[in-house]
């Protein structure tokens, strides 16, 4: 029998302006951009894209599924895609956070997608445990030598695959894992305990790795529960949108007199009860736990005042048309948090919504309080953590604001 033929390299060409995109280091190639592609291609396919010249612009992971077509892993001068190449950028990746941590603190971001050089693709630390979230259908035929990589590397004790929700696996390919499965040791063991308990600043949290949020916990936040722990002595805290209680549990150990988190979900809410039972002996506080809708409890509840309030809802603003919606909902809110804020009292108004830039969430809460017509003063904004970089517009999604009354 013969040999099925090699098939030839996919080729693409772009539109002038994707090109110039390219140039200045956007990693991503959308659909309606492409001009010319030789040939069909399988999702993970490396893709070279050439220029109107016919000379070489860039190379990436080809995802036929997905408005983001090309995911570039290389641009300039051609280079070969190989496992030594790959085994490089992970090796970048590690000497990036190099000094960011001491033995206080092992559950951190290790791979950040595009901003490390993996497009599509992070990989997050908890203690032994590492948490490897795919966003691209390219990289599922790649999981086994990736995984290998990661293992070899970083000596793990196991590795979690998560996938996001746009990938549905159920039934497409059931030669490759699944949301939720192990990668290492191997596919079908036992799964790890769960939730994996990890330290961040000194303070024990557990990470549900298997159906939490993003990876099991929001690490990108840790820069900004450190800054709430430094303002929280002598304050009543309202946590809003708590979650599993990140912000409470280091205002508590930073002193303040009592903390409560406001949540829709008994599920988080009981998590955060859970993360100050691991930190009982730091985090000494009264703490209350209230069920309910955060603006609806905000609008109905106007006489409780607190010193220190927390902000970090849920992304408003999934996609851009909903960015004018979202800067409304986020001024909204502020002005809510705002009226239970007491005099010499502190705000801080989180968003992790990509379409509504830092400046715009800014802006939206300093509207808020003037409306008040109280004096205040803006004295921090934040962006991203240290392990967290973004290198372009895109992917700068996180940002806060400290206002003082």
Same mark, same amino acid.
């Given at each position: 029998?013969?040999?099925?033929?090699?098939?030839?390299?996919?080729?693409?060409?772009?539109?002038?302006?994707?090109?110039?995109?390219?140039?200045?280091?956007?990693?991503?190639?959308?659909?309606?951009?492409?001009?010319?592609?030789?040939?069909?291609?399988?999702?993970?396919?490396?893709?070279?894209?050439?220029?109107?010249?016919?000379?070489?612009?860039?190379?990436?992971?080809?995802?036929?599924?997905?408005?983001?077509?090309?995911?570039?892993?290389?641009?300039?001068?051609?280079?070969?895609?190989?496992?030594?190449?790959?085994?490089?950028?992970?090796?970048?990746?590690?000497?990036?956070?190099?000094?960011?941590?001491?033995?206080?603190?092992?559950?951190?971001?290790?791979?950040? $997608?595009?901003?490390?050089?993996?497009?599509?693709?992070?990989?997050?630390?908890?203690?032994?445990?590492?948490?490897?979230?795919?966003?691209?259908?390219?990289?599922?035929?790649?999981?086994?030598?990736?995984?290998?990589?990661?293992?070899? #590397?970083?000596?793990?004790?196991?590795?979690?695959?998560?996938?996001?929700?746009?990938?549905?696996?159920?039934?497409?390919?059931?030669?490759?894992?699944?949301?939720?499965?192990?990668?290492?040791?191997?596919?079908?063991?036992?799964?790890?305990?769960?939730?994996?308990?990890?330290?961040?600043?000194?303070?024990?949290?557990?990470?549900?790795?298997?159906?939490?949020?993003?990876? $099991?916990?929001?690490?990108?936040?840790?820069?900004?529960?450190?800054?709430?722990?430094?303002?929280?002595?002598?304050?009543?805290?309202?946590?809003?949108?708590?979650?599993? $209680?990140?912000?409470?549990?280091?205002?508590?150990?930073?002193?303040?007199?009592?903390?409560?988190? /406001?949540?829709?979900?008994?599920?988080? /809410?009981?998590?955060?009860?859970?993360?100050?039972?691991?930190?009982?002996?730091?985090?000494?506080?009264?703490?209350?736990?209230?069920?309910?809708?955060?603006?609806?409890?905000?609008?109905?509840?106007? #006489?409780?005042?607190?010193?220190?309030?927390?902000?970090?809802?849920?992304?408003?603003?999934?996609?851009?048309?909903?960015?004018?919606?979202?800067?409304?909902?986020?001024?909204?809110?502020?002005?809510?948090?705002?009226?239970?804020?007491?005099?010499?009292?502190?705000?801080?108004?989180?968003?992790?919504?990509?379409?509504?830039?830092?400046?715009?969430?800014?802006?939206?809460?300093?509207?808020?309080?003037?409306?008040?017509?109280?004096?205040?003063?803006?004295?921090?904004?934040?962006?991203?953590?240290?392990?967290?970089?973004?290198?372009?517009?895109?992917?700068?999604?996180?940002?806060?604001?400290?206002?003082?009354?």
């Amino acid at each position: 029998m013969n040999a099925e033929p090699k098939k030839p390299r996919l080729r693409l060409r772009v539109s002038p302006v994707a090109e110039t995109q390219i140039r200045a280091g956007h990693p991503w190639v959308f659909a309606g951009s492409i001009r010319d592609q030789n040939r069909a291609a399988e999702p993970g396919e490396l893709a070279v894209i050439y220029d109107r010249k016919d000379e070489f612009l860039a190379v990436g992971l080809f995802d036929p599924d997905s408005p983001i077509r090309v995911r570039i892993l290389h641009a300039g001068k051609p280079r070969v895609i190989d496992s030594a190449w790959w085994k490089t950028q992970l090796e970048k990746a590690i000497e990036r956070r190099r000094g960011l941590f001491d033995e206080n603190t092992n559950g951190y971001r290790v791979i950040n $997608g595009e901003s490390d050089g993996w497009p599509g693709l992070v990989l997050d630390r908890y203690d032994s445990t590492l948490v490897l979230k795919i966003y691209s259908d390219a990289w599922m035929s790649r999981l086994k030598e990736i995984s290998g990589w990661i293992q070899s #590397r970083l000596q793990p004790r196991q590795i979690v695959l998560r996938t996001s929700r746009n990938l549905e696996r159920a039934g497409k390919h059931p030669e490759f894992p699944r949301d939720g499965e192990l990668l290492f040791p191997k596919r079908g063991e036992k799964y790890p305990e769960n939730p994996i308990i990890f330290l961040e600043s000194g303070l024990r949290f557990e990470a549900d790795v298997l159906r939490g949020q993003k990876t $099991g916990f929001f690490l990108d936040q840790r820069e900004n529960r450190r800054a709430v722990e430094s303002l929280a002595r002598g304050r009543t805290v309202l946590n809003a949108f708590s979650f599993s $209680g990140g912000f409470s549990v280091y205002a508590a150990r930073g002193g303040a007199i009592s903390v409560t988190n /406001l949540d829709i979900s008994a599920h988080a /809410l009981a998590s955060a009860k859970r993360n100050f039972d691991l930190n009982a002996a730091t985090a000494r506080c009264p703490h209350e736990t209230i069920q309910a809708n955060a603006f609806d409890w905000l609008g109905a509840n106007d #006489r409780r005042k607190f010193d220190l309030i927390i902000l970090d809802p849920p992304s408003f603003a999934k996609r851009e048309s909903e960015r004018n919606k979202a800067i409304e909902a986020y001024e909204k809110l502020a002005l809510l948090g705002l009226r239970h804020l007491s005099p010499g009292g502190i705000l801080v108004a989180c968003s992790c919504s990509a379409h509504v830039s830092a400046e715009e969430l800014f802006d939206a809460v300093k509207r808020s309080a003037k409306k008040t017509g109280r004096r205040f003063d803006e004295f921090q904004t934040t962006r991203h953590a240290p392990d967290h970089p973004a290198t372009f517009k895109e992917a700068e999604y996180l940002k806060a604001i400290y206002l003082k009354i």
